[in-house]
């Protein structure tokens, strides 16, 4: 079992930055890959970033290309999903997980999620 828990969230403005964390434990963190994903309200949830430890490679959906960076700190156990020039359409929920594969951009190749930290950008 592994237990992810996100904090980071809140409210900023458009423009504005924001650093997510996920503090991971109950296994080795580097043994898995490790997601972002957000959901909107009435929206489906989608890939954000994702992470690869063993390929040593990221992954982002294009529409935060160049504006969100994804790393990790396999001391701490912990993933980071750094926000740059946020914009309203960035505000979700934003949820941090985990999958045994070396990294997917679905949902369903994720084993573990966290509980999701809301990100609210205003305009």
């Known amino acids: 079992q592994v237990q992810l828990v996100e904090s980071g969230g809140g409210l900023v403005q458009a423009g504005g930055s924001l650093r997510l964390s996920c503090a991971a434990s109950?296994?080795?963190?580097?043994?898995?890959?490790m997601g972002w994903f957000r959901q909107a309200p009435g929206k489906e949830r989608e890939f954000v970033a994702a992470?690869?430890?063993?390929?040593?490679?990221?992954y982002y959906t294009d529409s935060v290309k160049g504006r969100f960076t994804i790393s990790g700190d396999n001391a701490k156990n912990t993933v980071y999903l750094q926000m740059n020039s946020l914009k309203p359409e960035d505000t979700a929920v934003y949820y941090c997980a985990a999958t045994q594969r070396a990294w997917g951009i679905r949902g369903e190749e994720y084993d573990y999620w966290g509980q999701g930290t809301q990100v609210t950008v205003s305009s």
């Open positions: 992470i690869s430890w063993s390929r040593g490679t990221t």
């Open positions: 109950g296994r080795t963190f580097s043994n898995y890959g």
